[in-house]
């Protein structure tokens, strides 16, 4: 078993402040990693530092982490009575208002556990739906989410502690609505759900239409995806002066932002900023996020950025691709761009994904370095989306002809004895109406 301990100094969104000033401001969290015996030690001290992160992002201050082996699944507290009492302990040594599982824990063993340790439990879904909610700007973005916390607390009503808010979670002797209001308040949420639901698919319906705007045009759509905090905004910053809101921190965007690009040679594509992958995401925030991870599903090439100064880059690479099989999006040209090369974490690891895809783009979007490198990789992706090609087109079919000049470019025209020979570029997506003239030159 390891146990470390966390003080301010280890947070530096702290840095300068009082102690009693901390214990006012923020809640006191013990952090608890539960490790099966599958797992190597490595791979468990870097689910606790993301949980840390998370936590971190969430508000509360972290002042204990304790790794457990799970080797026997405890139906009713998910840990043994001896590890209950250990934690009971903790908490008052450290006058924790908060303990925070890194995995999902049942509404049974979270009920049970707050009653034994008389303090509120949460598990990392709900750090992640609380980070969710606060970061929440957009209309779409607040539906999206308020939905996923109604759906995950449904069958939570039954709680001791209800919220995370310093008003009114987190601190001992706030319970929840009494049993006789249980039923009332089930059908209130379920109402509410409902009502939601309804409202949600308004609002992706405008964004649907947006899209297929975009969509019709003869502009390459191309999606940045990638880990959260891997610096996907940043570069879109960078490469368009977009003003997407930047911070060192977790989920910092939730909605997506499409900018134009100009390439070298002026050809111009739109990137869309989306919101970062993070492993084992909660599937009520997935199915309710669906429409804003579509901008990747529906983007004719994609950006996967990677952090070289994760502590694990190759474990992030591999959750975004989880995350692209999910929403079908693994059959689009993709370049893997690997961002904070000034900050590197493991040499080994950016060797590594160098050697497992290719193409990759190193570069540091602080430093401005690799950018170059970057938009000409876009452009050799574009070539390869779009090829010249030749079609014959028969003289009856000038619609054929106007369809081409809208949704490609038009390189030459030559009018023949057999008909227009069109020498053009233009997306896949484009060219089913015109398949049936290509010819070769």
């Given at each position: 078993?390891?146990?470390?301990t966390i003080?301010?100094?280890d947070?530096?969104?702290v840095k300068g402040?009082?102690?009693?000033d901390?214990?006012?401001e923020?809640?006191?969290a013990i952090?608890?990693?539960?490790v099966?015996?599958?797992e ?13 992160a998370?936590?971190?992002t969430m508000g509360?201050?972290t002042v ?19 590890k209950?009492?250990?934690?009971k302990?903790?908490?008052?040594t450290?006058e924790s208002d908060?303990?925070?599982f890194?995995?999902g824990?049942s509404?049974?063993v979270?009920r049970?556990l707050e009653?034994?340790w008389e303090?509120?439990v949460?598990d990392r879904?709900?750090?992640?739906l609380q980070i ?5 700007a957009?209309k779409?973005a ?12 449904l ?6 502690w ?5 008003q009114?979670?987190g601190?001992k002797g706030n319970k929840?609505s009494?049993e006789q209001?249980l ?5 209130q949420i379920?109402?509410k759900?409902t009502?939601?639901k309804?409202q949600?698919?308004?609002?992706q ?12 045009g003869?502009v390459?759509?191309?999606?940045i ?5 891997s610096g996907k905004s940043?570069?879109l910053?960078a490469?368009?002066q ?5 911070e ?5 965007t ?7 690009v100009?390439l ?5 594509v739109?990137?869309?900023?989306t919101?970062?992958?993070v492993?084992d995401l909660p599937h009520?925030?997935?199915d309710?996020?669906?429409s804003t991870?579509?901008e990747?599903?529906y983007a004719?090439?994609l ?7 994760h502590p694990d ?5 591999t959750?975004t691709?989880?995350v ?8 689009k040209?993709?370049?893997v761009?690997?961002n ?5 974490h493991?040499d080994?690891a950016?060797?590594?994904l160098?050697?497992?895809?290719s ?6 979007v602080l ?8 938009l000409y990789q ?5 070539h390869?989306?779009?090829?010249i ?6 003289e ?12 490609g470019?038009v390189l030459s025209?030559?009018?023949l004895?057999?008909g ?6 233009i997306?896949?997506?484009?060219q089913?109406?015109?398949l049936?003239?290509k010819?070769?030159?």
């Amino acid at each position: 078993m390891e146990i470390d301990t966390i003080t301010e100094k280890d947070d530096p969104s702290v840095k300068g402040k009082q102690i009693h000033d901390i214990e006012i401001e923020r809640q006191r969290a013990i952090l608890l990693v539960l490790v099966p015996t599958t797992e190597d030690r490595l791979h468990a001290k870097l689910r606790g530092e993301e949980l840390q992160a998370l936590v971190s992002t969430m508000g509360p201050l972290t002042v204990h982490i304790l790794t457990i082996p799970l080797r026997d699944h405890n139906s009713a507290t998910l840990i043994g009575s001896g590890k209950v009492a250990e934690i009971k302990g903790l908490i008052d040594t450290y006058e924790s208002d908060l303990v925070i599982f890194d995995q999902g824990i049942s509404p049974r063993v979270q009920r049970n556990l707050e009653k034994e340790w008389e303090c509120c439990v949460i598990d990392r879904d709900e750090v992640i739906l609380q980070i969710f909610a606060d970061r929440a700007a957009t209309k779409e973005a607040s539906l999206q989410v308020e939905l996923a916390r109604l759906e995950y607390s449904l069958p939570r009503l039954t709680r001791m502690w209800v919220g995370l808010s310093r008003q009114h979670g987190g601190v001992k002797g706030n319970k929840g609505s009494g049993e006789q209001q249980l039923e009332l308040d089930r059908r209130q949420i379920k109402e509410k759900i409902t009502l939601l639901k309804e409202q949600l698919k308004k609002v992706q319906q405008q964004r649907s239409i947006q899209r297929s705007q975009r969509q019709n045009g003869n502009v390459p759509l191309g999606a940045i995806v990638g880990y959260t905090n891997s610096g996907k905004s940043s570069l879109l910053n960078a490469l368009t002066q977009a003003g997407v809101l930047v911070e060192n921190k977790l989920f910092a965007t939730l909605d997506p932002t499409t900018r134009t690009v100009k390439l070298p040679g002026g050809v111009e594509v739109l990137l869309s900023d989306t919101v970062g992958f993070v492993s084992d995401l909660p599937h009520n925030l997935v199915d309710s996020f669906k429409s804003t991870l579509e901008e990747a599903k529906y983007a004719d090439f994609l950006i996967i950025v990677c952090d070289a100064s994760h502590p694990d880059m190759l474990g992030s690479y591999t959750t975004t691709v989880k995350v692209l099989e999910e929403l079908g999006c693994t059959d689009k040209p993709a370049i893997v761009m690997i961002n904070k090369m000034d900050a590197i974490h493991d040499d080994f690891a950016v060797a590594r994904l160098k050697s497992m895809y290719s193409p990759v783009v190193e570069t540091s979007v602080l430093k401005g370095e690799g950018l170059d490198d970057l938009l000409y990789q876009i452009g050799e992706t574009l070539h390869a989306l779009c090829p010249i090609t030749y079609y014959l087109i028969p003289e009856s079919r000038y619609d054929l002809i106007s369809h081409i000049r809208r949704s490609g470019q038009v390189l030459s025209i030559e009018y023949l004895d057999t008909g227009i020979l069109v020498e053009t570029q233009i997306l896949k997506r484009y060219q089913n109406p015109i398949l049936a003239f290509k010819v070769q030159k």
